[in-house]
Every structure is written in structure tokens, then in C-alpha cells.
């Protein structure tokens, strides 16, 4: 190689290089049928135990998930609880008493003056 190469130098190298890797490639032993099927098998194992990882993992997932909705849905349902006792409660305080109502208390409080005499 020196500092003056031709693009036909080039060329001629890689072709060459080419060649020498496809001799090697002729040259290299072949596979017989068995050694692929056993292959083969290794490899649809290892495909399937990856599925069943997979299918593992997202069936957690979804679980998680579910879980996690249920758990905020008991927090939204208890919130909500909270929140209609409260309205009750303050309703309850601004309720105008119904004539029996009013006359109960009236009567309530004039026996406790009398029983205080």
C-alpha cells in the first residue's frame, strides 16, 4: 500500500478480500440436520419461556392495576360518604324545625323551667 494507489488498486484489493472471504465461507464445515433441529428447538424454548415471562408480567401488571383502581374507588366512595354527611349535618343545623318540631322544644324547655322551680 502506498501513498500513490489507483482507484484500480483499490478496487483489485477489495475484490480479492472479497474472494479470500468467500473461499473461507465455501471451506467452513456445514451444519447437519440434526445440529439445526437442536438448534432450532433451543431457540423456540427460549422463545416460549420468554412468552410465559412476558404474558407473567403483564397478568401482574394488570393485577397491580386493578388493584390500585379498587383501592381509589373505596377512596372515592369513602370521600363521598364524608362529603353527604357533612352536607347532612350542616343541612340539619340550618333546618327550620316544622310547627310540631318547634312546639316539642318550646314544651321541652318550659318543663325544664318548671322543674327548676
Known amino acids: 500500500m502506498t501513498y500513490n494507489d489507483t482507484f484500480r488498486d483499490r478496487a483489485d484489493r477489495s475484490a480479492d478480500a472479497k474472494k479470500a472471504l468467500l473461499e473461507k465461507m465455501k471451506a467452513a464445515p456445514k451444519l447437519s440436520e440434526a445440529e439445526l433441529a ?16 412476558r404474558a407473567a408480567k403483564k397478568a401482574a401488571i394488570a393485577a397491580a392495576k386493578a ?10 366512595a369513602e370521600a363521598e360518604e364524608a362529603a353527604r354527611a357533612a352536607k347532612e349535618k350542616i343541612a340539619k343545623s340550618f333546618a327550620i324545625p316544622s310547627a310540631a318540631e318547634a312546639k316539642a322544644a318550646r314544651d321541652a324547655r318550659y318543663a325544664a323551667r ?4
Open 38 to 53: 437442536e438448534r432450532r428447538a433451543a431457540r423456540e424454548k427460549k422463545e416460549a419461556e420468554e412468552a410465559a415471562e
Open 67 to 76: 388493584e390500585q383502581e379498587a383501592a381509589e374507588a373505596a377512596a372515592k
Open 114 to 117: 318548671k322543674a327548676r322551680k
